[in-house]
């Protein structure tokens, strides 16, 4: 894992919070991490978490690098970004076959066995797109996702915290997971 890629996430975050034209808060963040927090019910070890959430996050990076090429990220994120569970934010970015590498790299990864996993993961990426969607102008969450077909896109933009999770060079150095622990550290 590249420290450096992380803490430039986590920085990204932190100007976000910062600029009060910006989605980002203090509070938004603590409702990301308390939801994140209470995943499993308190039946999932909080590390375990914390590994799939980062490499849910290795997977939406490729499924959202995949929808920037149509001019979409932005508008997926604002659709699906939040903390309540949402199976079309899965379907939306990651296709059958990804899905299933995702869960079984998680079983090997995390020790969650691979029901857990799936069951987890229509909260864990919609959570992943909320942290995303904190970058966004206060306006831009406004404009929601539709085919690139049939209306104008909606640019990352202005969003420097989904543009640098975008631009990672794909070798899987960033970590979303760390990030939020850091994150959370942040807000104690």
Same mark, same amino acid.
């Given at each position: ?24 808060? @203090? ?16 039946? *999932? ?33 604002? =659709?699906?970004?939040?903390? =309540? ?10 296709? *059958?076959?990804?899905?299933? =590498?995702?869960? =079984? ?18 909260? *864990? ?17 406004? @404009? ?8 104008? @896109? *909606?640019? @990352? ?32």
């Amino acid at each position: 894992m590249s420290i450096a890629k992380t803490m430039n996430l986590f920085n990204t975050l932190l100007n976000a919070i910062d600029d009060p034209a910006k989605e980002a808060s @203090t509070d938004g963040l603590s409702t990301l991490l308390g939801t994140l927090q209470q995943l499993g019910g308190g039946q *999932v070890d909080p590390k375990a978490v914390q590994g799939l959430v980062g490499i849910a996050g290795k997977y939406v990076r490729t499924g959202l690098q995949e929808q920037q090429a149509s001019g979409n990220a932005q508008a997926i994120v604002n =659709q699906y970004g939040g903390t =309540q569970p949402s199976e079309a934010a899965v379907t939306a970015l990651l296709s *059958v076959p990804q899905i299933e =590498q995702l869960v =079984q790299e998680a079983e090997t990864r995390t020790g969650l066995d691979a029901g857990t996993v799936r069951s987890l993961l229509p909260t *864990v990426v919609p959570m992943v797109l909320a942290l995303l969607k904190m970058g966004g102008s206060k306006g831009d969450a406004a @404009t929601p996702a539709t085919p690139a077909a049939t209306s104008p @896109t *909606v640019p @990352t933009g202005d969003n420097a915290l989904l543009n640098s999770f975008l631009d990672s060079d794909g070798d899987g150095d960033l970590d979303v997971g760390d990030a939020l622990k850091l994150a959370s550290r942040f807000l104690r």
